[in-house]
């Protein structure tokens, strides 16, 4: 498959990958179609690694968006991840050339339990 250019781009979280790769999958049985090896592959993945609904990841994603010194795509990857100590949400930010202090850890650890409950 050749791409030509790209039409836009957005960051997605694994929970939201997953609903879309199921998606394509029941659109493809329902059509009498084979899964390909590769599409079997990636579901698999999703399915292995997403830890909540993807309307619970984008939400999760959205609110860490209000908090300073947050980027896309580290809300994008905490979402993924849901780590659960400070230390997990550090090597998120090692190589940023800033550090967090320990109540903007604990808000962001406060979020992502909230949303994994």
Known sequence: MIVKNILSEELLTISEVREMLNEIMEDRLSNGEELRYELRKAINHAEMFSRMSAQRSRELVNKLMELEKMKP??????????????????TLYAKERYTLSESELDSMLDLVSEAVE
Do not use: C, G, N, Q
């Open 73 to 90: 795509e580290i809300a994008v990857r905490i979402a993924d991840i849901s780590p659960r100590t400070r230390d997990e949400l550090r």
